[in-house]
């Protein structure tokens, strides 16, 4: 059983036709799937854009599958967070986001799962907690956050028996990122984003492989994977 995984993260709007073209090149050499760990937008963390922001076309055009949020693609107020994700090219996770009323868009969801290359494949999307029930903020807020590593134990055990392969695809830091492959054996792979750390060759912690790329479009990480028995052996490279 093999797949191949190709990785970005904390883009911050660089993208370039070079860069995406080469990203384009390599998920059809590879037949890989795509994957980004947020933060790819323009807009800050309290800009509302008036259009469309022009990271969608552009990975668009790259052929993304799934996106995890950062906190640049968040906004307290629903009509902030629907504009800074209107146009997205693929589903947007988060699985510890949830809306104060249940009324409340909330344009993410928890998981992506497809099954590529013979390979059931499940994508937890984690984000850095941008608004706690304890914080002041939280009385203007739409949206409160949870603990990402409280939430992934909730969800492990259901999404485990269906996958293959397992992946949380985080904006939370790489020391974040250590402590959920502590906390959560039950996963094979850990993409992250946020800290602007990155990890080549991937490590492992607790027998979960890591890995996160450079940021600002400096760069994406090819992942093959192999698996052998109940676990994954995995080749990463970097691709300047």
Not at 18 to 35: G, S, T
Not at 102 to 126: I, K, M, N
Not at 187 to 200: A, E, V
Request: glycine share 8%; with cysteine.
């Amino acid at each position: 059983m093999r797949i191949a995984l190709l990785h970005t993260n904390d883009a911050h709007n660089r993208w370039n036709e070079a860069f995406v073209a080469q990203l384009r090149e390599l998920k059809a050499q590879h037949n890989a799937l795509l994957l980004d760990s947020g933060d790819c937008i323009r807009s800050g963390n309290i800009g509302i854009p008036l259009r469309p922001e022009p990271a969608w076309d552009w990975m668009r055009q790259a052929g993304y599958d799934a996106i995890t949020i950062g906190n640049r693609e968040f906004h307290i107020t629903a009509g902030g967070f629907l504009a800074k994700t209107r146009g997205a090219p693929c589903p947007l996770l988060c699985a510890n986001i949830r809306p104060k009323q249940p009324d409340t868009p909330l344009p993410v969801q928890p998981v992506w799962r497809t099954e590529h290359q013979g390979v059931r494949v499940a994508v937890l999307g984690l984000t850095v907690p941008m608004v706690t029930p304890r914080m002041k903020t939280a009385a203007l807020s739409a949206y409160l956050f949870d603990s990402p590593i409280e939430a992934a134990k909730r969800w492990l055990p259901r999404l485990r028996p269906e996958a293959d392969l397992l992946i949380a695809l985080t904006h939370i830091g790489v020391s974040q990122d250590r402590l959920l492959a502590e906390a959560c054996p039950e996963l094979d792979l850990i993409l992250g984003g946020h800290s602007h750390t990155p990890i080549s060759p991937p490590e492992q912690v607790n027998g979960v492989w890591m890995s996160q790329s450079p940021p600002f479009c400096k760069g994406a990480t090819l992942l093959r994977l192999e698996r052998h028995g109940a676990r994954w052996t995995l080749d990463g490279a970097p691709c300047p």
